[in-house]
């Protein structure tokens, strides 16, 4: 696959933004594979996504974000560069249920999701042996109900050790402190059972059951310090009947969940997702 | 179309019902078009809905229905028969918006909807000439924020008047007292402008713009006097993105709003719905 | 509505277009709402979209299109400049089914779809009333089956005489001669009722039921001589069963038949779809 | 889970049908916990499914059937009696993607299957590690692409050998003979990468690219010795746009041939499908 950089940034909205970054980019030559841009005109604020072709610059990822600061100091802007030669470092959390952490394991070992994985951090010793058998280190790290705290602290040290770019929270069933929240803001990815914000909190497909909706659904969204509120990547649903019983809702909300969850990795592993406020853009 | 008979009942779930009633309906040589049986394990309740083709039996749906009472006392059932032939008198509320009305109106007009439509009700004068070309008499009974009582003493004049056995809510933007929702209960149907139970109320849209959701739906429901939480005929949803203003969501919600409302009356007319409880079982 | 000049264009890709581009605008001060790209990458192709804030350029879309014209040509660029207080002339055909010509008309009488409809035009007498309610002129033109040429060139002279600038098909059962076609190329839009490319031609929920596909859909798509194989605008699906007839399917058809044909519509409206060769690129 | 006897079956439609079953089930106090009925009217043809509480009759499943006998004969009924205790005896077939294969042995694995897997079998060996850890034996059958007759007498005597019931391809690249189809009719599941009847054959993701369809599909079927042309058994389709190459389908279709294929597999084990000509019921 072709090597590209990527400039990603955001600012107050302004005439000009985009003959400024396009027209550094064509002074050096780089030739833009893809672009996406946004202004929410609501909000006075403009977002945009370029995809370069790397060969196509005389300088490496670095230099281009050291030459661009100027650019963007002067628009107000908050950027970032990366290089698909770099590979983001995503550990992955689990608990018991083996479907999104299954899916994630199949897709990366497949080579279809550009990222590394260090290790893979659990509360439970169940997936260890699914885990190891991808030759991926595998965590148990207890939570003690009525101390929680040396979990949480044993799983910072992990993530720092391991150097993780991010979390994903493959249906691991404990709520993040907000310490650990703050640590890779805008880079923890929770997959939520619920079409949010129905259902928010502890057994959704109960809820679901209980006030008899007709479709059911999963979020995938940043994980902030308040619960299942944070910004939402993407979402989907999937249609059920007065014959399906929360049993039921429970398998078929699994394909939801697993497909909705890998999608928004993946968009974040592309660096297409902006946070602003408590809302995404996605340039999908 | 061949004309058609629907014994549809609900009663306490027991060994032997389906036989009961086949056996029944073969007595009289009564040939069986559709059926439908569900059993809700957990609540021990059973449903059922046949469709008889009328010239296969010896007798009319009034004596139909006369001679299953036996049957249905002994089974502790709650049945009910309609026939083809009679249609349905269902009257229409609206407010301002066109989209939902015109669009019952267009199916119903094509001979897609088996119903009659005594009048339409407003409490504004625009949607009038529209009704009117239709063929339809159109009443507009103004609302007095102050007091709205007055409003509601017509509406329920003009249904009981109009001998309604349906009322279907089309965008129509007030909320019904409960005396009113009480005259035809699981016979009132609403479209709400969300995927409930998210956004509740006013303004649904507007709420989903300021969660940042990333589908947004539309929910049929029949009225109760609890707003928006009566029992869920069917729901739909429709992607949005960052891009997508409150105006492209209500354009959006439209098209959604519209299918739905038509999926949910058309069952109501082919009495596919039975309700326990605060749920709906569909046999659609 | 804000006022707004739309610059449309596509050329061989090279690198620096988008800063000419963004750097003319910038140049004007031109404020740029909305802007798509798309680099075909196989193909060598580029595709390009902005909506500018009419008020922030010191000068009309005609004097646009005359101060970018240079800057085309200099680039191999073909390109457009629509101007949305210039709406554009859509003359719809249909036959006898009402669905979607009073879908779209109901759009247009709510304002949802920015065009005028100078006439209706059908070979049927069917639609005259409903077209005529909404204050639109209607034509009837019919087709003798063993003689076609009359009919189309009535329609011809009429399309011409209300200086047309699109034509929609809908449900418009008459296959139209090349000479009209080439008329109006990429301006003539069709509904289909399947999912091309199956079922293609005559009677396609035939075709459908006789295969038992699951789901059924509509396309829309842009008109050649060669039936029903049109660049693709959209499509869409709706979900079957076992139960349902031709009959069904054809009722359950009209809804997807209709929203697609009303979303390729505004698409259309809105200069959002760029042909090259037998495909669209949809900056949706 | 309770254990359930099945009673699927299909004859001749005649009034009375329901009435005999029901009556013959009430009579050993069978309570019944599901049932489906179809009358195809232009057939002639009914189908019908029971779900048979397996503690509420005073027999086995193998007594049921041999009572049952005489009431099919009369009938001329086709039927079938399982036991969910008795599970069905899966053989999976791939070659070198992994998606379809992972998933379903996800599923087995964490218990959301009811089969037994006795092996797996592949014309290459990249599959072996990953179905040996999940315990199951792997069978490498290579292919000599000028006599492929040996690798299909391989096949044939591994699925004799392991008493397979069905055989699910999941993304086997081989077309069955016409020998090996009949061993097994309408239990071999294969999942096709299209929306069939469109891009029947190889390579449906470049076809689809090169006619610029709008969403892409995959069909789940049984095999037939007509390639890509048995009974369907689901569908399904994910949207795409200009910007998604051959690549981006081949990716984005995944999701969709696991979810198909692992819908339709369960509904096989579930004794839902009863093949009617080239067409199934499925009573989901």
Known sequence: ???VYRLVMSSPDRVGIVARVA???AQYNGSILEANHHADLEQGWFFMRNEIKASSLPFSAGKLAEMFAPIAADLDMTFEVTDTDVKKRVVLMC?????????ILNR????????????VISNHEDLRSLV????IPFFHVPVDPSNKAPHFAEVERLVAEHKADALVLARYMQILPEALC????????????????S????????????????????????VTSDLDAGPIIDQDVVRISHRDTVEDMVRLGKDCEKTVLARGLRWHLEDRILVHGNKTVVFS
């Not at 190891?132 to 030759?135: A, S």
């Not at 703050?182 to 914000?197: A, G």
């Not at 259902?199 to 059951?209: K, S």
């Open 95 to 103: 608990s018991r249920d083996s479907h999104c952490l299954a899916d």
């Open 199 to 222: 259902f928010i909190g502890a057994r959704p497909y109960h809820q679901a059951q209980e006030r008899g909706v007709k479709l059911i659904g999963a979020t995938c969204h940043y």
């Open 108 to 119: 990366w070992h497949s080579g279809d999701l550009p990222c590394d994985i260090p290790c």
């Open 23 to 25: 027209s550094f980019l």
């Open 182 to 197: 703050s640590l890779l803001p805008n880079k923890i990815i929770n997959i939520h059972h619920s079409f949010l914000p």
């Open 132 to 135: 190891e058998w991808h030759g």
């Open 1 to 3: 696959m072709e090597r």
